[in-house]
């Protein structure tokens, strides 16, 4: 469940890290990138295999991203999240996102206690339409 607290964030945020963002325009981490984009927020690609994706400069981690993250969005399989929470708590995002089918329960508590809101399981495409036009 999206609590009031987490449609305030989607609300309020302007930079997304996205994590595992494709450059293949097919790929669920592109589509849902594009959409957070035209939907008015700076996308930040983080790719180790890409330079660029969607004419923005793409990161190889987190650790390389420079100034302020809301939002990291997690498109990474569930046994590779761990060490994306644990990089992505440096950058003390108001919120930590895994797209359906991710989960960390580890990497949920330890963000949780640096005070991180995380989301599970769940399209921030879908959620973020939903809190907003509903």
Do not use: H
């Not at 963002?21 to 180790?48: E, H």
């Not at 495409?125 to 036009?133: A, H």
């Amino acid at each position: 469940m999206i609590t009031d607290q987490i449609i305030k964030i989607l609300k309020s945020a302007k930079n997304i890290a996205v994590v595992g963002c494709s450059r293949d325009p097919g790929k669920d981490s592109y589509i849902v990138a594009k959409f957070l984009k035209d939907a008015g927020f700076t996308i930040i690609p983080v790719n180790p295999f890409a330079d660029e994706i969607m004419g923005l400069k793409s990161y190889k981690s987190l650790s390389e991203v420079k100034g302020r993250v809301d939002i990291v969005n997690i498109f990474r399989p569930s046994f590779e999240v761990l060490p994306v929470i644990e990089e992505a708590v440096s950058l003390k995002p108001a919120l930590i996102w895994m797209q359906i089918g991710i989960k960390s329960r580890k990497g949920y508590d330890i963000a949780s206690k640096k005070g991180i809101q995380v989301v599970m399981d769940k399209c921030i495409m879908v959620e973020y339409r939903y809190s907003i036009y509903s």
